[in-house]
């Protein structure tokens, strides 16, 4: 799998693209963050990637970092073709060291002492292209270090461009090929000029074109959909009013128009009157006609004794699907009638992003599973093939502020590009263990007191993330002078960029206790209310 997907390949002829190989770090897909900010498209591939196999040739190449050392058995190590591309090359710490280790082993060793943290480098000059990596820079500059491996002498046919205090060796270049190595992350914001440094790698010296931009991935998309699902195709969506989907689905929508069937279902663990609300916003707002189907019955039903919160999400994963089937079969019935839309549903359409997709690209492989998030990992094989639905995923490439960005391109409204994320299998893992009508009930009355007081105070736009979630043990209380045994509500808000490190949000007391008050005496069988202060990590977002 080299990226392209529907439409990938599509990204590549439009936009020059830096090819990130990921050796495993955790701050990999930070490189193509920095890149996408500077404009230009990145893309993040694993770095055994058979350069054979890519369909597409970058501008440049860079190898990022690795918790392995290169002289290690086993170590993982790149195709040596990349070096036939003739493109410019930048390794970044693990990278660095591989291009070192590859033109002598003796090049790479242990260092006597592991440098994690700040460091102030220093760059030299020397002449020609070997100075454009620190063109335009101050000679002197904190940059971040996370090493334990050095650079024993200088490669054969290198420059030293920089030192640190530590690192004789902390940036390099060759004095004729464009080939580059940083001892240090240039990615991560600690790194003073890190961006400006990506920026002389990809533009000055890769030559890249800085036209990344959402409105030209919006045409571009939108005709790249059209030549996919082609003059009769017809599309069944899973929208379910979350910002992905939504703008995917107007996206769709500007596309092919009719031939597009959006559909949400109502698995009975969604908010309060979310279904409708969000069937007259698509209405409203984009004018996208979606079908709720009424699942919630079957959905409770199946989730009756069901504790486990994987139980849970693997069996509201597949019920998704079994609706999802149904409805492609009864839109074709309906819509032989009608020579315009008549066809068969040939693709089906979802909200997947590109952290979805790294993840289950990166080259540890998918990370140990902490939960089966309900679309990742694709869809049966009976969905894709039985029925050959092709699967959609239009904002597979972008991540979630470059969605948002998207959304504000197509002319959607602040509201629903702003909305929080709310996760497929829904009120269902903000209830703790089983999941009954009841604590459904009072999770969507506590939640919905909850964001409205929060939006009341203006902090709706500062927080990531916020719900209410039921612990069902009950604690004791008093109210009227009467014991009262309730559930116990947790309140939830975080804040992130990315949703895989957050921290809880830090309220103002009043709101707080004004969302306390309310709930305890507007949410019957309730009698505690309790904030949950828990960072990801250890906790999660999501209660299960
Ligand atoms: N109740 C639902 N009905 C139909 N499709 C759904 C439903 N819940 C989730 N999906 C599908 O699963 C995809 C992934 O869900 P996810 O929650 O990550 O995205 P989203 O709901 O579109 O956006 P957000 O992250 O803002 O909630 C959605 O994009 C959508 O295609
Ligand atoms: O569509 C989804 N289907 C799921 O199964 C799912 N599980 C978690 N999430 C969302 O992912 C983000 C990270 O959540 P966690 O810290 O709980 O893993 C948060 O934004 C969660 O809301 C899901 N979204
Ligand atoms: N961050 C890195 O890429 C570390 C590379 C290598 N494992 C070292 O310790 O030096
Ligand atoms: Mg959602």
């Known amino acids: 799998m080299s990226g392209t997907g529907p439409g990938e390949a599509m990204a590549h002829e439009t936009f020059d693209t830096i090819l990130v190989l990921d050796f495993g770090s955790q701050y990999t897909h930070l490189i193509t963050r920095r890149l996408r900010e500077l404009n230009i498209f990145s893309e993040m591939l694993p770095c055994t990637q058979k350069i054979a196999e890519l369909k597409f040739k970058p501008k440049g190449i860079i190898l990022s970092g690795g918790p392995y050392s290169v002289y290690e058995e086993g170590s993982p190590h790149v195709d040596p073709a990349v070096f036939d591309l003739n493109v410019p090359i930048l390794g970044i710490c693990y990278g660095m060291q591989e291009l070192a280790y590859r033109i002598g082993t003796d090049n790479v060793i242990a260092g006597t002492h592991r440098e994690y943290g700040h460091s102030n480098l220093k760059a030299q000059s020397v002449n020609g292209h070997v100075d454009r990596l620190f063109e335009g820079l101050e000679d002197s500059m904190r940059v971040w270090m996370s090493h334990g491996d050095k650079l024993a002498k200088l490669p054969e046919g290198f420059h030293t461009v920089a030192t ?253 590009v702003m909305r929080h994320p709310f996760p497929g299998p829904g009120i269902a893992v903000r209830i703790l263990g089983e999941v009954t009508e009841e604590k459904v009930n009072i999770a969507r009355q506590a939640d919905h007191i909850f964001i409205s007081e929060i939006r009341k105070a203006g902090l709706y736009d500062q927080i990531s993330q916020a719900y209410a979630a039921v612990d069902p043990s009950r604690a004791v209380g008093v109210m009227g002078d009467k014991r009262v045994y309730g559930y116990i509500i947790i309140l939830r808000a975080v804040t992130t960029t990315d949703y895989m490190t957050a921290e809880a949000f830090n309220f103002p007391w009043d709101v707080l206790q004004r969302i306390m008050n309310r709930i305890v005496n507007e949410v019957h069988g309730v009698c505690r209310v309790v904030y949950d202060i828990t960072s990801k990590p250890p906790g999660t977002i999501e209660m299960e």
Not at 173 to 183: P, S, T, V
Not at 235 to 244: E, F, M, P, Y
Request: include cysteine; aromatic fraction near 8%.
């Open 164 to 416: 640190s205090d530590n690192s004789e060796y902390a940036a390099i270049a060759h004095g004729e090929k464009l080939i580059y190595g940083l001892q240090f992350h240039p990615e991560v914001t600690h790194t003073q000029n890190g961006t400006a440094l990506l920026k002389n790698f990809a533009v000055g010296i890769c030559h890249c074109n800085q036209n990344w931009t959402m409105e030209r991935f919006m045409e571009e998309k939108i005709a790249d959909i059209r030549r996919t699902v082609g003059e009769k195709g017809q599309v069944l969506a899973a929208v379910s009013g979350g910002v992905d989907s939504t703008v995917a689905a107007k996206l769709m929508k500007e596309a092919i128009g009719d031939r597009f069937w959006a559909v949400l279902v109502n698995n009975g663990v969604m908010r309060l009157n979310e279904c409708e609300q969000v069937q007259r916003d698509l209405s409203e707002a984009l004018g996208i006609n979606l079908t709720v189907i009424d699942g919630a019955k079957e959905f409770l039903d199946g989730l009756k004794g069901v504790e486990d919160p994987e139980k849970k999400r693997k069996f509201i994963g597949g019920k998704f699907i079994d609706f999802f089937e149904a409805e492609a079969i009864k839109i074709e019935e309906a819509a032989a009638k009608d020579p315009n839309r008549a066809g068969k549903i040939e693709f089906f359409m979802q909200g997947t992003l590109y952290p979805d997709v790294i993840e289950s690209l990166s080259f540890k492989g998918p990370s140990a599973t902490i939960k089966t998030h309900h679309n990742v990992g694709g869809l049966p094989a009976r969905m894709t093939n039985g029925q050959g639905l092709k699967l959609i995923e239009p904002l597979r490439s972008l991540y979630k502020d470059e969605v948002r960005a998207l959304g504000r391109a197509l002319g959607i409204r602040e509201e629903l």
